[in-house]
């Protein structure tokens, strides 16, 4: 009984400091609610400056998080996206800031018409386990460059990387400006509960309901970055080597702990053989041992890979043909699977997995393929493996899904001039690049007139000869 008063006290702490926060953020906004160009800019050097001069900080404090993870990876997809970001930002920012100029209609001249793009006011972000670093800055670099003040919920799984975050954040940024909040999920839901002027989720659809549900109350825009099963489609003609490297690495990087990676393959059933060999010596060539390798990144925590674990003991019991790539280890470096004769009552198939487990499907033709994919809920990814540029378009044209890559995996996220985001239950909204800065700014309709008012025109009383005529020649 003790303990429970302790910490209620405690949580109403932590919730009265979290209301703080953002009231002291949002008076700073009131204050000084457009930020200019100059300001935003030394934001992004500053933060630019920060990533770059503590790298072997974050790498090492991710890696204590994980129990192991690859200084390669994390130099790869967090720190040097987040680089190339901010540069690509502050490239771009003025013209991104420039007011647009739109045409008037003739019925209505004299008159300009521009959209100018303001900031929203305080921006929340709620950041997942996976790529602790990259998924906080990448939302952060688009809310900063729309001159926003942020609060970022760093995840509980991570909380070697969310001290580093917040207390390197806090050397170049005031709390009124950009801060870092700690905390286990409930603060996380109270954090979501707060009237933000948007708020961007990344991490599972299930909690992306709960957070929208949060939003909603206080009508609070949302964008969610969610996840879902990710295609790949190995093609007729494809060489079996290229498509099983590609989507090899796109698989194991990170231990298959991404929101893109491929979450099952379609293969052509003459093909399957010859795939899972391909695929095999792929992943063995990049990871010629799991023990004590440290390319090969652990899974987060116990309770995911008890749920990987699950997943397989399932697939196994209903049917699954199971294919370890590696002996079991004692840590949490997880073997690599492939997992034949798949069938939709397993878990595997059902969730997405978001671990180093990869289903091969087995189609006969592309249209069936297509109709497979197009059965079920659109994800984030779609991966098509085929050099025959039709094929390609054809692809293209009749799948939805938030991203695609032709001919690779992944790479398409780290793209800074390329939109990133979900389609249904894989997310809505996006950001990166100007998407994100569009994201993060309120797009205001500014209709101009000065001295001579033509509309006197078409004021009361109705029924003017002259109204008649304006009718005649605008109304048809």
């Known amino acids: 009984m003790l303990a429970d008063v302790a910490y209620l006290n405690q949580f109403g702490l932590e919730i009265d400091r979290l209301q703080s926060l953002f009231e002291r953020q ?3 906004f009131h204050a000084d609610p457009s930020p200019t160009g100059e300001n935003r800019l030394q934001a992004l050097e500053a933060l630019h400056d920060l990533l770059a001069n503590h790298q072997q900080q974050i790498i090492e404090a991710i890696s204590e998080d994980f129990g192991n993870r690859s200084a390669d990876e994390t130099r790869l997809a967090e720190i040097m996206p987040s680089l190339h970001s901010i540069r690509h930002a502050k490239r771009h920012l003025r013209q991104w800031m420039t007011p647009s100029r739109r045409s ?6 004299p008159a300009s018409a521009k959209v100018v793009y303001q900031p929203l006011g305080v921006v929340g972000i709620i950041v997942p386990w996976n790529y602790p670093l990259y998924l906080a800055i ?3 670099i688009g809310a900063l460059a729309a001159g926003n003040r942020v609060m970022l919920k760093m995840s509980e799984s991570t909380p070697a990387t969310a001290r580093l975050l917040k207390d390197l954040l806090a050397q170049i940024f005031p709390e009124n400006q950009v801060a870092a909040v700690l905390g286990e999920a409930d603060v996380g839901i109270a954090f979501s509960q707060l009237p933000f002027d948007h708020l961007l989720f990344t991490g599972s659809t299930s909690v992306g309901r709960q957070v929208m549900r949060a939003a909603a109350e206080n009508l609070t825009p949302v964008t969610l970055e969610l996840g879902g099963k990710s295609p790949a489609i190995v093609s007729t003609g494809v060489p079996l080597a290229d498509a099983a490297e590609r989507i090899a690495f796109g698989k194991t990087f990170n231990a298959g702990q991404t929101c893109v990676a491929p979450d099952y393959v379609l ?7 010859g795939f899972v060999d391909a695929y095999r010596q792929a992943v063995r060539r990049f990871y ?4 004590d390798n440290p390319d090969y990144t652990s899974i987060i925590n116990p309770r995911q890979h008890a749920r990987l674990q699950g997943y397989l003991d399932d697939a196994q019991a209903k049917g699954a043909h199971v294919l370890p790539l590696f002996e079991q280890v004692q840590d949490r470096r997880m073997p690599h699977c492939l997992l034949l004769d798949v069938n939709d009552e397993m878990q595997v198939m059902q969730d997405e997995i978001f671990g180093p487990l990869l289903p091969i499907v087995a ?13 079920r809920p659109r994800p984030l990814a779609l991966y098509y493996f085929g050099y025959d ?8 044209r009749h799948t939805h899904s938030g991203g695609v890559c032709l001919n690779d995996t992944l790479l398409h996220v780290a793209q800074a001039d390329l939109p990133f985001g979900g389609i249904g239950p894989s997310g809505m909204g996006h950001y990166h690049g100007h998407e994100g800065f569009l994201t993060f700014s309120k797009a205001k309709g500014v209709f101009v007139k000065q001295r001579f008012n033509a509309a ?6 109705y029924g003017k000869a002259l109204q008649k005529l304006i009718y005649k020649l605008f109304v048809r």
Do not use: C, K, W
Request: charge should be positive; avoid cysteine; charged fraction near 20%.
């Open 456 to 461: 006197r025109l078409i004021y009361p009383p």
């Open 389 to 396: 540029r039709a094929e390609q378009r054809h692809v293209l």
């Open 267 to 273: 293969v052509p059933r003459t093909r399957i053989d």
């Open 138 to 140: 990448g939302p952060l």
């Open 288 to 291: 010629p041992q799991l023990a």
């Open 363 to 375: 189609y006969d033709n592309l249209e069936q393929a297509l109709t497979y994919i197009n059965a």
């Open 26 to 28: 949002r008076s700073a």
């Open 104 to 109: 008037v209609g003739m019925a209505f001249q």
